[in-house]
């Protein structure tokens, strides 16, 4: 069974450029998570949706960061315009739905390495 | 303001040895703890705790948690340098995953 797929791997990219990062997540998973990771500052959420709409995106940084997830089976994080502090390692993970008695377990991609010159 | 605290940030250990990894939490809404192994790429599922004083083991792993004192530990036995990695514990609230920034565990042969 195929797991959540991102791309690109990595994206090397200059400062002002737009940078899109896309996420399949998991058949069947309802519920998607783009994290933010560095060194500083560990694992960070951007954005949750849940059934294709956005549910919380206190964590996007800055309206330089959009997230849509046009279909259950898509969704894409873009940054415009990008700037130096923006690279990190980008995560994309999906989950099932919640049950009664909790939360499930997030399902990672391998993430997207980008870097912003 | 939520959060989680891991500890020790970082642990280097010969093989054999057991090692105790930390993480408390203060979450809004707690539902339940979740522990992963991240070694170069995506952060991998461990174990997801949710009720207190309960162990959870596979194989050399086993975590618990307790909800009175807000913190849960992860125990592994006879560390094997395939244990290196960072370990990741999160905390589950209503729909916020909290994640601690990790113990970076490196184990030596």
């Known amino acids: 069974d195929a797991g959540v797929i991102q791309s690109p791997r990595h994206e090397v990219t200059e400062m002002g450029q737009e940078v899109t990062l896309r996420c399949k997540p998991i058949?069947?998973?309802?519920?998607l998570f783009w994290y933010r990771q560095t060194m500083m500052r560990g694992l960070e959420l951007l954005i949750y949706?849940?059934?294709?709409?956005?549910?919380?995106d206190s964590g996007m940084p800055e309206d330089r960061f959009s997230a849509k997830m046009p279909n259950a089976s898509f969704s894409t994080l873009k940054i415009q315009p990008s700037e130096p502090r923006d690279s990190a390692v980008y995560f994309c993970?999906?989950?099932?739905?919640?049950?009664?008695?909790?939360?499930?377990?997030?399902?990672f991609g391998d993430g997207t390495r980008l870097s912003i010159l | 303001e939520d959060k989680v605290v891991q500890s020790p940030l970082s642990l280097v250990v010969h093989e054999g040895d057991t090692v105790t990894l930390n993480c408390s939490y203060e979450?809004?809404?707690?539902?339940?703890l979740l522990w992963y192994k991240q070694e170069k790429k995506a952060p991998t599922f461990l174990f997801m705790l949710?009720?207190?004083?309960i162990e959870k083991k596979s194989g050399r792993l086993s975590s618990i948690l307790d909800k009175k004192e807000l913190f849960s530990i992860l125990n592994i036995t006879a560390t094997q340098t395939g244990d290196s990695a960072i370990y990741l514990c999160?905390?589950?609230?209503?729909?916020?995953?909290?994640f601690g920034t990790g113990t970076r565990l490196k184990v030596l042969a």
């Open positions: 993970a999906s989950s099932l739905p919640a049950s009664g008695a909790g939360n499930q377990p997030q399902h």
């Open positions: 058949s069947g998973h309802n519920s």
């Open positions: 949706f849940n059934n294709n709409v956005p549910i919380d």
């Open positions: 979450v809004t809404n707690f539902r339940s």
């Open positions: 949710t009720s207190s004083g």
């Open positions: 999160a905390g589950i609230g209503t729909y916020k995953y909290i």
